[in-house]
């Protein structure tokens, strides 16, 4: 694979994709939806093994939103049955890359099936430590941010904490994210200009990509471009420019905050 372009010491930590497009794909070739699901699957495959190799260190994938629970039942089906087809295929591959794996979302709601096979392979690689791969799994940012709304109303009532005690700190290590650096980079596929309620707090100074390309044709040569183009941006973090060419430590250190 060539690398023509990528700057290896400036790579996103964390890069999170919105994988969009399989159905469109699927029309387009008069396939059924779930063809391009499969499809979509090798794209993942592909995007972990890319990333483990140029080195990001954190990679979340929106796989399934709280509101694909609304489409069809086949479509549901399909999708959890690629998603365990995925899990126990790859955790050998895993384990073998030192990758992994972290589940996001309220996953009460997956099939038992499913559950039980994800967090068998979030325990066999709970120690893996050169990449992590975080699935986005019956998640939605609101659906996140309002379970972290009820614990913290839980714990003032137990009176375990004060209301003083509540930074933005606190609120972030309370989410299903707590412990993973927000994302620098979000991509979505198929050109929708728009979160669809992914990660909300979360991506507060990532750095936007959208590409008109369908999620299962996403490959190297799509990945690559976004992780150029991510390369030619100017993060500010809310500062100007004279701040960064000062203390361009400084500021990412900051990572957007105000004081
Ligand atoms: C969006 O396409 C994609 C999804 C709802 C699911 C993503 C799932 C996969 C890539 C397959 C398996 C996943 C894993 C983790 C192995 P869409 O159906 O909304 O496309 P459309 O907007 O063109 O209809």
Known sequence: MELDGLDKNRLPQHVAIIMDGNGRWSTQRRKHRIEGHRRGKTSVRVIVEMSRKIGIRYLSLYAFSTENWFRPDDEVEALMGLLEHYLVAEQAKMMRYGIRLLCVGDRSRLPVAVRRTLEGVIETTANNQRMTVVLALSYSGRDDITRMARKLAQQV???????????????????????????????????????????????????????????PDFREKEYLQALVDFQQRRRRFGRTDEQIEQSPLAVVEAGGRKS
Do not use: H
């Not at 299903?176 to 200009?193: N, W």
């Not at 979160?195 to 750095?207: G, T, V």
């Open 157 to 215: 009532k137990a009176g375990q904490c004060q209301p003083e005690a509540i930074d933005e700190q606190w609120i972030s290590a309370q989410l299903d994210t707590g412990g993973i650096p927000d994302p620098d980079l979000l991509i979505r596929t198929s050109g929708e200009m728009r979160i669809s309620n992914f990660f909300l707090w979360q991506i507060a100074y990532s750095e936007l990509y959208v590409t008109p390309t369908l999620w």
